[in-house]
């Protein structure tokens, strides 16, 4: 199984500010990775697939970029809208599928 | 509009089944992969189940395999889960999702990533 860790836990940052969240592969996923946004009380939403590509829908400040065993989700300029749990998740060695612990962005 | 409406939820007993059901609508659902996505209470993400658009391909998280059973209807625009010999760290809220290209597309290459979720049924495993 491949597992997926996520660093920080928790980062807490301002509006406007640039958010990095790490997501690193027991293995190489190659560019197999995804990233979710989570509010409280919703379902999770896809932000980017294939390592950079990003969702429809998706604001541009979201940026993703890494391949193999290591990956970064970039926003560029926190919006209050923001402020969520991140997940990656690989699709590298389907028939088993996993997700990050995830990362908690909160306001500073 | 395309959407997911998961059903089947509950409370049930240590050892007891449960079968969920995901009603989908707005989208070509024999075109997609489907997966089945839980969240136990205040923890993360964990992928429980998906199927190809045929049923064709399957894979199981291993937590669940030998106790759990995805399969989909396409002509009913449904997909299920049957949950047996279920146990208390089943409690959680389990999503249907749909996979992000149709089986058609140059982009396909199996199950993947999960664009539209539905709002999520809740099962409460205990005595």
């Known amino acids: 199984e491949i597992v997926l860790t996520q660093s920080p836990a928790t980062l807490s940052l301002s509006p406007g500010e640039r958010a990095t969240l790490s997501c690193r592969a027991s293995q190489s996923v190659s560019s197999y990775l995804a990233w979710y946004q989570q509010k409280p009380g919703q379902a999770p939403r896809l932000l980017i697939y294939?390592?950079?590509n990003r969702a429809t829908g998706i604001p541009a400040r979201f940026s993703g970029s890494g391949s193999g065993t290591d990956f970064t989700l970039t926003i560029s300029s926190l919006e209050p809208e923001d402020f969520a749990v991140y997940y990656c998740q690989q699709r590298s060695n389907w028939p088993l599928i996993t997700f990050g612990p995830g990362t908690k962005v909160d306001i500073k | 509009e395309v959407q997911l409406v998961e059903s089947g939820g509950g409370l049930v007993q240590p050892g007891r089944s449960l079968r969920l059901s995901c009603a989908a609508s707005?989208?070509?659902?024999?075109?997609?992969?489907m997966h089945w996505v839980r969240q136990a209470p205040g923890k993360g993400l964990e992928w429980v189940s998906g199927i190809s658009w045929n049923s064709g391909s399957i894979g199981y998280a291993d937590s669940v395999k030998g106790r759990f059973t995805i399969s989909r209807d396409n002509a009913k625009n449904s997909l299920y889960l049957q949950m047996n010999s279920l146990r208390a760290e089943d409690t959680a809220l389990y999503y249907c999702?749909?996979?992000?290209?149709?089986?058609?597309?140059?982009?396909?290459?199996?199950?993947?990533?999960?664009?539209?979720w539905g709002k999520g049924t809740t099962v409460t495993v205990s005595s």
């Open positions: 999702a749909k996979d992000i290209h149709p089986y058609s597309s140059s982009w396909y290459f199996g199950p993947s990533y999960m664009d539209v």
């Open positions: 294939d390592a950079s």
């Open positions: 707005g989208f070509t659902f024999d075109d997609y992969a």
